[in-house]
């Protein structure tokens, strides 16, 4: 006998969109039912707040913004399910023309910034520039009202808005605080801590299909987007819809992280960011604010578990709780923030930017490389028969050449210019702002020239070249993905030509 499905809402925090995709496919592909729930989707029409939709329990689930850590301090007792964005995608966007060329050239600006804008409040602090500083007004969540002159500045989703100005060949200059470090998550899946304590197992099988349904949609996006054209809403085209699943791509990282991951270490510099904003204490608690799945039970499992814990002596237990007390103290620092920031985006042993980095960096160039109608190159470059060292030489050796490659790649570039480490031998690079496709071969030339000359290690002398694949903006690729590929089908393509050798990309 089949048993109903409980039916739940959830609260969204906007009108439907492509933001909102791995829901809609939780519904569409039964994910839902499967967990054995009748769920209802809730548009967020002018005037509604999907905090307080949950708290007076129009709905059960909402999606919010990282503001979800003040509430929590105000005494509303929300709890954070899952992170959907891990890079939260409001920036401020300012007319070209009005003379804004940095970020504190929009003092005295016409300013439109929608509520619940912390990031930016914060990135603008840190910046020095006060809100009593600017001209606010109301936001009208319209684009014209920047092309047409009647705002200098807005705030807004890169994911969004750029779309239409771009379409209207539309000169901006686009603001992030992740430019200033202040790096908040974005569309938090949450709900509170009575759903929480009377539904655990609605709770668990609510956001296991919700991730499951976001998994799907962004391997899907096209599908997904023709269902919301045919389901929920056609008030933007489809190449809008498509636009913002492109983006939001960048934002998800889940060439990365799982969907709806989240890291304490990030939720402690969120609440630090607030705390210098004078909006949360110092070293604000967060427990009891971010969900943590229940692992399964397991009584072998436990029972050795409690076998061991009753075998430790007090000297052990005293040393683990004087070792936690300080682990806990240098996750708290600032210093610390700082270096795991830097750890997770840089390359342990070279220093260099990692994928994440260079892919960030990637999306910004293309923005701006788009914006101002100039050409940009994206290289791969894989060390030629880098195995051989470290089979005949050992792998410090080999550790030590990556190294010093890294020094010479990094000298022969331009402050500009970006390269990355993102694998054993292979390196990503990329020139800004090139003329043309001999310009960006004429970088990979002094490359390959910088590389020729014999590396010293450890009183051996280390020859080795390199293959490299070169693709150009706007030529071999619009997006990120695309260019990344065509540089690395360009650079087997060195390798088959016999190595040590450039090859620019070309179609087949």
Same mark, same amino acid.
């Given at each position: 006998?089949?048993?109903?499905?409980?039916?739940?809402?959830?609260?969204?925090?906007?009108?439907?969109?492509?933001?909102?995709?791995?829901?809609?496919?939780?519904?569409?592909?039964?994910?839902?039912?499967?967990?054995?729930?009748?769920?209802?989707?809730?548009?967020?029409?002018?005037? %509604?707040?999907?905090?307080?939709?949950?708290?007076?329990?129009?709905?059960?689930?909402?999606?919010?913004?990282?503001?979800?850590?003040? +509430?929590?301090?105000?005494?509303?007792?929300? %709890?954070?399910?899952?992170?959907?964005?891990?890079?939260?995608?409001?920036?401020?966007?300012?007319?070209?023309?009005?003379?804004?060329?940095?970020?504190?050239?929009?003092?005295?600006?016409?300013?439109?910034?929608?509520?619940?804008?912390?990031?930016?409040?914060?990135?603008?602090?840190q910046e020095g520039i006060t809100l009593d500083r600017l001209v606010q007004?109301?936001?009208?969540?319209?684009?014209?009202?920047?092309?047409?002159?009647?705002?200098?500045?807005?705030?807004?989703?890169?994911?969004?808005?750029?779309?239409?100005?771009?379409?209207?060949?539309?000169?901006?200059? %686009?603001?992030?605080?992740?430019?200033?470090?202040?790096?908040?998550?974005?569309?938090?899946?949450?709900?509170?801590?009575?759903?929480?304590?009377?539904?655990?197992?609605? %709770?668990?099988?609510?956001?296991?299909?919700?991730?499951?349904?976001?998994?799907?949609?962004?391997?899907?996006?096209?599908?997904?987007?023709?269902?919301?054209? +045919?389901?929920?809403?056609?008030?933007?085209?489809?190449?809008?819809?498509?636009?913002?699943?492109?983006?939001?791509?960048?934002?998800?990282?889940?060439?990365?992280?799982?969907?709806?991951?989240?890291?304490?270490?990030?939720?402690?510099?969120?609440?630090?960011?607030?705390?210098?904003?004078?909006?949360?204490?110092?070293?604000?608690?967060?427990?009891?604010?971010?969900?943590?799945?229940? +692992?399964?039970?397991?009584?072998?499992?436990?029972?050795?578990?409690?076998?061991?814990?009753?075998?430790?002596?007090?000297?052990?237990?005293?040393?683990?709780?004087?070792?936690?007390?300080?682990?806990?103290?240098?996750?708290?620092?600032?210093?610390?923030?700082?270096?795991?920031?830097?750890?997770?985006?840089?390359?342990?042993?070279?220093?260099?930017?990692?994928?994440?980095?260079?892919?960030?960096?990637?999306?910004?160039?293309?923005?701006?490389?788009?914006?101002?109608?100039?050409?940009?190159?994206?290289?791969?470059?894989?060390?030629?028969?880098?195995?051989?060292?470290?089979?005949?030489?050992?792998?410090?050796?080999?550790?030590?050449?990556?190294?010093?490659?890294?020094?010479?790649?990094?000298?022969?570039?331009?402050?500009?210019?970006?390269?990355?480490?993102?694998?054993?031998?292979?390196?990503?690079?990329?020139?800004?702002?090139?003329?043309?496709?001999?310009?960006?071969?004429?970088?990979?030339?002094?490359?390959?020239?910088?590389? +020729?000359?014999?590396?010293?290690?450890?009183?051996?002398?280390?020859?080795?070249?390199?293959?490299?694949?070169?693709?150009?903006?706007?030529?071999?690729?619009?997006?990120?993905?695309?260019?990344l590929k065509h540089a690395d089908e360009a650079m087997y393509e060195a390798?088959?030509?016999?190595?040590?050798?450039?090859?620019?990309?070309?179609?087949?």
């Open positions: 006998m089949a048993h109903a499905l409980e039916k739940v809402s959830l609260q969204l925090k906007w009108s439907h969109a492509f933001q909102f995709a791995g829901y809609y496919a939780a519904l569409e592909k039964g994910y839902y039912r499967e967990a054995g729930l009748d769920v209802q989707l809730r548009e967020a029409t002018p005037g %509604v707040d999907p905090l307080q939709a949950v708290l007076t329990d129009q709905a059960q689930y909402g999606v919010g913004t990282s503001s979800l850590l003040l +509430a929590r301090k105000s005494g509303k007792p929300v %709890v954070v399910l899952a992170v959907i964005f891990q890079h939260s995608p409001l920036v401020l966007i300012a007319r070209e023309d009005s003379g804004t060329q940095a970020i504190h050239d929009i003092v005295g600006k016409r300013v439109m910034i929608e509520p619940q804008s912390d990031e930016l409040f914060a990135y603008l602090k007004l109301p936001h009208s969540f319209n684009p014209e009202d920047l092309i047409e002159g009647r705002v200098d500045a807005i705030s807004a989703y890169v994911s969004n808005e750029p779309y239409y100005l771009d379409r209207a060949k539309f000169d901006y200059q %686009v603001y992030t605080p992740r430019a200033g470090g202040i790096d908040f998550y974005g569309d938090n899946l949450f709900t509170t801590e009575q759903e929480l304590k009377a539904h655990p197992e609605r %709770v668990r099988a609510f956001r296991e299909a919700s991730l499951r349904g976001w998994q799907y949609a962004m391997q899907h996006p096209e599908e997904i987007v023709d269902l919301l054209l +045919a389901k929920y809403s056609t008030q933007h085209p489809r190449d809008f819809y498509l636009f913002e699943a492109q983006r939001m791509a960048s934002l998800m990282r889940t060439d990365l992280v799982e969907v709806g991951y989240m890291n304490r270490g990030r939720w402690r510099h969120i609440a630090n960011t607030y705390a210098d904003l004078g909006l949360l204490p110092g070293n604000y608690a967060l427990n009891g604010f971010l969900y943590e799945p229940a +692992a399964p039970h397991d009584p072998t499992t436990l029972y050795i578990a409690l076998s061991l814990l009753a075998g430790v002596s007090a000297i052990a237990m005293y040393i683990y709780r004087i070792n936690h007390r300080l682990r806990l103290a240098l996750c708290e620092s600032r210093e610390a923030e700082g270096r795991i920031r830097h750890l997770a985006q840089h390359d342990p042993l070279t220093d260099l930017p990692n994928r994440a980095l260079f892919s960030d960096r990637l999306e910004q160039a293309l923005v701006n490389a788009k914006r101002d109608g100039q050409q940009l190159a994206v290289i791969f470059m894989d060390l030629d028969d880098f195995k051989q060292i470290n089979d005949n030489l050992g792998h410090g050796i080999g550790d030590c050449l990556l190294q010093q490659v890294a020094i010479r790649l990094r000298h022969s570039l331009r402050e500009s210019d970006t390269v990355a480490r993102v694998g054993g031998d292979e390196f990503i690079l990329l020139l800004r702002n090139i003329t043309d496709a001999p310009d960006a071969l004429a970088v990979a030339q002094k490359l390959c020239s910088a590389l +020729a000359r014999p590396f010293e290690i450890d009183r051996h002398l280390i020859n080795i070249s390199a293959s490299i694949g070169i693709a150009l903006y706007p030529e071999h690729g619009l997006g990120s993905i695309e260019l390798k088959r030509a016999g190595r040590n050798r450039v090859q620019v990309f070309a179609q087949a």
